[in-house]
Structures are given as structure tokens and as C-alpha cells.
């Protein structure tokens, strides 16, 4: 790849999709993991009735669909047939179930991104790593790609800690229909998944996602210099 103008192009394309590929990898593997068993001890009882075990079984049963492959509309009686407990009634109501079709139908958007924002980092990184004849502006390009995350990541992380309200509601609102992502606290989706639980989650999603951003800002770092030194040496 001799091209300058190409390299710059491919460079600039790396840069960018890292954010969102170690971002949304974060997010897809808290979806993939049962947060709610390690989040639920940390944060207060259900104050309308739910007791620990049944919040977090139906907790789990909501995370089930989430997880499942398969387009919103084909699997959301999963979350139809969840009842409350002790009882025959739904679990969800009609607005509740019409947001969790909007969850889905995001969180498999995300998937998607992050699956192409992943494959336009592996092939353009490759194809600066490959010939040898780039492959130190290619570690280069991996040191700023990893700093390019850090910044980012620092400044949504700073802003979840600093206005978090102003954050979870733009977030939503970017993301949703209006008016169709509020409920009451009494609602089974805000007494199963409250505030908190987001506020934990946003943190641990910026913090980590940080966290990959400095170690591939390490490795870049100190794959550039070997590379330098390598191609610098005698014979």
C-alpha cells in the first residue's frame, strides 16, 4: 500500500470504528453476561414488594430475551409470558412490552455496528500491518486509534458521573420514540432495572471501554517503537 492518500483514508477509517467496536463489545458482553447477579447486591431492595430471589429471576427471564438472536417481534412472548409473582398477571404491561420491542430492536443494532465497526478495524489494521513497508505507520495507527477511545471514553465517562441525568435522558432520546421510554416506579421495568442500575452500567461500560482503549494505546505505542527500531537497525 504505497498510496499515501489510501493510507491516510484506511488510517482515519481505523481510528474511528475503534470506539464503537470495543464500546459496543462492552455492551454486548454485559448483555451476554448476568449483570443482574453481581448488580442486584449492590443496590436497594424493590420497595413495592419484589423480593430479592423473584427480582432476580425476572430479571433474568427479561435478559433471556435480549439475548436471544432472533428479531424482537419473534421472540418477545418471552417477555408476554412472564407473570408477577403469586399471580396470573403479565408481568409487563402494553407500553412496557412496546418499549422492550425498541430495546431489542437497538441492542441488535448495536450488534450489527459493532460488527462492522470491527471488521473495518481488522481489515484496514491488516492491511497496514501486513507489507512490511507500512507496518510501523500501522502500529502508529493503533497507538492513535487506542487514544482516540481513551478521549472519547474519558469525556462520556466524565459526563455519566458529572450529569448523569442530562445524559441518560439525551441518551434515550436519541435512541427512542418520545414519550415512549418513561414509566412509573411502580412499573415492573423501573423496579426491576431502576436508575441505579443504569448509573452502574454506563459507568462500567465508559470505564472499561477506557481501560481496552489505554492497553491498545500501550500496545500501539510499543509496537511503533519496535518497529522503528527494527526497520532503523544496520543490514
Known amino acids: 500500500m504505497n498510496n499515501n492518500a489510501l493510507q491516510t483514508i484506511v488510517r482515519w477509517l481505523v481510528i474511528l470504528a475503534m470506539p464503537f467496536f470495543l464500546g459496543l463489545g462492552m455492551i454486548r458482553a454485559i448483555i451476554a453476561w448476568d449483570y443482574p447477579a453481581f448488580e442486584y447486591p449492590r443496590i436497594a431492595s424493590d420497595p413495592f414488594g419484589f423480593s430479592d430471589e423473584q427480582r432476580l429471576e425476572l430479571a433474568q427471564g427479561t435478559l433471556r430475551y435480549l439475548q436471544r438472536p432472533e428479531p424482537a417481534a419473534e421472540v418477545i412472548n418471552i417477555l408476554e409470558a412472564l407473570r408477577l409473582p403469586g399471580s396470573n398477571e403479565p408481568l409487563y404491561n402494553e407500553r412496557e412490552i412496546g418499549h422492550m420491542i425498541d430495546v431489542k430492536n437497538v441492542a441488535d443494532g448495536m450488534k450489527r455496528v459493532m460488527y462492522g465497526a470491527g471488521a473495518i478495524f ?78 452502574d452500567i454506563g459507568v462500567l461500560v ?25 526497520a532503523s537497525a544496520p543490514g
Open 122 to 199: 481488522g481489515i484496514g489494521l491488516a492491511l497496514l500491518l501486513v507489507p512490511r513497508a507500512t507496518r510501523h505507520y500501522g502500529w502508529r495507527t493503533l497507538f492513535y486509534a487506542g487514544l482516540a477511545t481513551v478521549i472519547a471514553l474519558a469525556a462520556i465517562a466524565l459526563a455519566i458521573l458529572i450529569a448523569w441525568p442530562i445524559f441518560f435522558t439525551q441518551f434515550h432520546e436519541l435512541l427512542f420514540p418520545p414519550e415512549t421510554w418513561t414509566f412509573a416506579y411502580s412499573d415492573s421495568l423501573i423496579r426491576l432495572f431502576p436508575e441505579q442500575f443504569w448509573f
Open 206 to 230: 465508559s470505564v472499561g471501554t477506557l481501560v481496552l482503549g489505554a492497553v491498545v494505546t500501550l500496545v500501539g505505542y510499543l509496537m511503533s517503537r519496535r518497529s522503528y527500531s527494527a
